[in-house]
């Protein structure tokens, strides 16, 4: 009798393992592991999601109208050529479907988000990566995995889990350089952080042409985490294939009410991108202080490699952290087993992380 057995390529998926959230023993836990915002919701948002409470037995609206023309207004979109999803995650994996198939190859850099691999093999397709230079997306190295069959590459940036970034100009020299069959995915997630004046997540290219999207997320800065809600920004040819493949009712009611109240909330959203401003510089110099080497960062977290050897190394800091109450994110699965990233959070957190290392480092 034949075995019931998944597609080629599914049981090579390494699942996702997120940062965590819990340590046993109980006691205070702060949690610097998954790049939530450190304020949290807008109040708005708070008061919008309750509200929609009373709407529960109804289905939310399935096109997310008024979650779209938000976000429209709020970057100078046009709410037609944008796409809501369940997390940006959700949106990826349907522009996979779209335009990857069986022996396809799907590309992206070294040290990209593990969900791009997870897209790749779920269809059948090959993953490739090109390899960074410092821990940075090199656009020639990218170009030069380009082969005939690579249909789909994805660009963090900025990326996690390193916070380095591509300027405006390289990420227009890699689309430039893709032949026209080839969708660029621009995963900015982190984009609402970004401060620095060479930076763009992509809207210019993705009206450009045809063959770009920009992805982005109510995630991080605008502190919605636990309601899974990302957009993309598309082609309108892109835009009607994804509301072909997604779900009818693939966002919440709660979660579009409160979307829609985050978005437009910018006076909390600057607040939001202010404290990053602040404490992610601080962070880390004071780490840097420590003698350890912190790659620099454009989003709202650090990455902290370790020196090797038992008990001073990365494995040894995460596990005197965790005794602190502490949780931190082990990027092993990356190929950074050295390395640590630490989210920005409050002050009171800050120094309790800061100080915790500089006891583990003494």
């Given at each position: 009798?034949a075995a019931?057995l998944?597609?080629?390529?599914?049981l090579?998926?390494?699942?996702?393992?997120?940062?965590?959230?819990?340590?046993?023993?109980?006691?205070?836990?702060i949690?610097?592991a998954s790049n939530?915002?450190a304020?949290?919701p807008s109040?708005?948002?708070?008061?919008?999601?309750e509200?929609?409470?009373?709407?529960?037995?109804?289905?939310?609206?399935?096109?997310s109208?008024?979650?779209?023309q938000?976000?429209?207004?709020?970057?100078?979109?046009?709410?037609a050529?944008?796409?809501?999803?369940?997390?940006s995650?959700?949106?990826?994996?349907?522009?996979?479907?779209?335009?990857?198939?069986?022996?396809?190859?799907?590309l992206?850099?070294q040290?990209?988000?593990?969900?791009?691999?997870?897209?790749?093999?779920?269809l059948?397709?090959?993953?490739?990566?090109?390899?960074e230079?410092?821990?940075?997306a090199?656009?020639?190295?990218?170009?030069g995995?380009?082969?005939?069959?690579?249909?789909?590459v994805?660009?963090?940036?900025?990326?996690?889990?390193?916070?380095?970034y591509?300027?405006?100009?390289?990420?227009?020299?890699?689309?430039?350089?893709l032949?026209?069959?080839?969708?660029?995915?621009?995963?900015?997630?982190?984009?609402e952080?970004?401060?620095?004046?060479?930076?763009?997540?992509?809207?210019?290219?993705?009206?450009?042409?045809?063959?770009?999207?920009?992805t982005?997320?109510?995630?991080?800065?605008?502190?919605?985490?636990?309601?899974?809600?990302?957009?993309?920004?598309?082609p309108?040819?892109?835009a009607?294939?994804?509301?072909?493949?997604?779900?009818?009712?693939?966002?919440?009611?709660?979660a579009?009410?409160?979307?829609a109240?985050?978005?437009?909330d910018?006076?909390?959203?600057?607040?939001?991108?202010?404290h990053?401003t602040?404490?992610l510089?601080w962070?880390?110099?004071?780490?840097?202080?420590?003698?350890?080497?912190?790659?620099?960062?454009i989003a709202?977290?650090v990455?902290v490699?370790f020196?090797?050897?038992?008990?001073?190394?990365?494995?040894a800091?995460?596990?005197f952290?965790?005794?602190?109450?502490?949780?931190?994110r082990?990027?092993?699965g990356?190929?950074?087993?050295?390395?640590l990233?630490?989210t920005?959070?409050?002050?009171?957190?800050m120094?309790?992380v800061?100080d915790?290392?500089?006891?583990?480092?003494?």
């Amino acid at each position: 009798m034949a075995a019931l057995l998944p597609r080629p390529g599914i049981l090579e998926i390494d699942p996702y393992v997120p940062g965590k959230s819990w340590l046993a023993g109980g006691g205070r836990i702060i949690r610097l592991a998954s790049n939530e915002s450190a304020l949290g919701p807008s109040p708005r948002a708070v008061a919008a999601f309750e509200q929609a409470a009373a709407e529960l037995g109804r289905y939310p609206d399935g096109a997310s109208t008024e979650l779209r023309q938000a976000i429209g207004a709020r970057f100078g979109l046009d709410p037609a050529r944008i796409v809501c999803g369940s997390g940006s995650d959700e949106l990826m994996g349907l522009l996979g479907r779209a335009f990857v198939g069986p022996g396809d190859e799907v590309l992206y850099s070294q040290y990209g988000f593990l969900m791009y691999p997870i897209v790749a093999r779920s269809l059948g397709a090959r993953s490739v990566t090109a390899p960074e230079t410092e821990l940075r997306a090199d656009v020639d190295a990218m170009l030069g995995k380009v082969t005939a069959k690579t249909r789909l590459v994805f660009l963090a940036n900025p990326n996690n889990p390193t916070g380095s970034y591509v300027p405006r100009d390289e990420v227009r020299r890699l689309r430039v350089g893709l032949p026209g069959d080839v969708l660029l995915v621009l995963d900015a997630a982190y984009a609402e952080y970004v401060t620095a004046e060479d930076y763009s997540p992509g809207v210019e290219l993705v009206d450009a042409g045809d063959n770009v999207v920009m992805t982005r997320t109510f995630s991080k800065l605008f502190g919605l985490a636990s309601l899974r809600i990302g957009w993309a920004y598309c082609p309108p040819g892109v835009a009607d294939v994804l509301n072909r493949l997604r779900n009818p009712f693939n966002v919440t009611g709660p979660a579009q009410a409160a979307g829609a109240a985050a978005v437009e909330d910018v006076e909390f959203a600057d607040k939001a991108r202010a404290h990053n401003t602040l404490w992610l510089p601080w962070l880390a110099d004071r780490l840097s202080a420590l003698g350890l080497r912190v790659y620099p960062s454009i989003a709202n977290f650090v990455l902290v490699r370790f020196p090797a050897g038992p008990g001073r190394d990365a494995e040894a800091a995460n596990g005197f952290l965790n005794d602190k109450g502490i949780i931190v994110r082990e990027v092993a699965g990356y190929g950074l087993p050295d390395c640590l990233r630490i989210t920005v959070g409050l002050e009171e957190e800050m120094r309790a992380v800061v100080d915790a290392l500089a006891e583990f480092v003494d």
